[in-house]
């Protein structure tokens, strides 16, 4: 098993910054992609962003591309989540996720083996 625990979220003003972290542990040498998802309320749980973990290669949501980034740090077994020019529409709940296996896409929800406990990030006006 893989145990995910995110760190950081929290309040912050349209145009400002966050970053998230969620740090790995347990079977990291099974990890495939790590992803970050979001869910705001009343709304289904939607693809962020996702970093295969052996080459690095990132894949961002439209929504915030160009304003989100995903990184990981391999040696540590921590996966960050840059979050730069937040709107109020980025407030949700975010949740890091583990894939292990090749099944479904990388942007599916159904695709990832193990969760966070998420982090509210709330920009308000």
């Known amino acids: 098993q893989v145990q995910l625990v995110e760190s950081g979220g929290g309040l912050v003003q349209p145009g400002g910054s966050l970053r998230l972290s969620c740090a790995a542990s347990?079977?990291?040498?099974?990890?495939?992609?790590m992803g970050w998802f979001r869910q705001a309320p009343g709304k289904e749980r939607g693809f962020v962003a996702t970093?295969?973990?052996?080459?690095?290669?990132?894949h961002h949501a439209n929504s915030v591309k160009g304003r989100f980034t995903i990184s990981r740090d391999k040696a540590k077994n921590l996966v960050h989540l840059q979050m730069n020019s937040l709107k109020p529409e980025d407030t949700a709940v975010y949740s890091c996720?583990?894939?292990?296996?090749?099944?479904?896409?990388?942007?599916?929800?159904?695709?990832?083996?193990?969760w966070g406990q998420g982090a509210q990030v709330t920009v308000y006006s």
């Open positions: 996720a583990a894939r292990t296996k090749l099944e479904s896409g990388v942007e599916d929800v159904q695709g990832y083996d193990y």
């Open positions: 970093i295969s973990w052996n080459l690095g290669i990132t």
């Open positions: 347990g079977r990291t040498g099974s990890l495939l992609n």
